[in-house]
């Protein structure tokens, strides 16, 4: 994953040109696809203009990828969250989910720097897992409300996802079990 800086002066009047900007700052439409959960096929739809994404996607999109849903939708102000970019104060389940969202971008740079690379097909099974395991406890917590979970279970799936230790798979599970819980209560 390669998080490129974009210029806040880089042409996005329509949405397509705002698809390309992304698809430059994430490396590919492929890497989009996997982190958002989308088919390959709609990203390259969007950056060619032939349509245009549902609410719930263009949500999906901003809040994976740590953008302005202003900006995404209407080419408005900052490709950053305004509160990132202001530095105000976020709630503390979403700061520490951009914290973690940023500290995944780190590893991915540092590995990129050092000639390695995040592992795609890694990463799209622990978003897989994740997801599945959210759905599975209904929980109305998010991927994005979960960024920390998703780093941690990355590392535990190890290089190729063949090596995964069953006892850090389970203390996984009970961390997330209790993050569920600790959800469903604040609701109630």
Not at 22 to 41: H, K, N, P
Not at 43 to 50: E, F, I, K, L, T
Not at 98 to 112: E, F, I, P, Q, V
Not at 146 to 151: E, F, G, I, Q, V
Request: hydrophobic content about 40%; overall charge negative; aromatic content about 4%.
């Amino acid at each position: 994953m390669n998080m490129q800086k974009i210029s806040p002066n880089e042409p996005s009047n329509t949405f397509a040109d705002r698809i390309k900007v992304l698809i430059q700052r994430v490396g590919s439409v492929t890497e989009i696809a996997r982190m958002c959960g989308f088919s390959e096929g709609v990203v390259r739809s969007w950056r060619d203009g032939n349509t245009d994404p549902s609410r719930a996607r263009c949500v999906t999109l901003a809040k994976t990828l740590g953008i302005s849903l202003v900006w995404l939708v209407a080419g408005e102000g900052s490709i950053q969250a305004d509160a990132i970019a202001s530095g105000e104060e976020l709630p503390n389940a979403e700061a520490s989910a951009n914290r973690h969202r940023s500290k995944l971008r780190t590893a991915a740079d540092t590995l990129h720097a050092s000639g390695m690379a995040m592992d795609p097909q890694r990463l799209n099974t622990a978003l897989r897992i994740l997801q599945s395991e959210l759905d599975l406890a209904e929980s109305r917590l998010t991927l994005a409300d979960n960024a920390d979970m998703l780093a941690d279970l990355y590392e535990i799936l190890g290089p190729g996802g063949s090596d995964v230790d069953a006892g850090e798979m389970v203390a996984f599970n009970q961390r997330l079990h209790e993050r569920v819980k600790r959800g469903r209560q604040a609701i109630a």
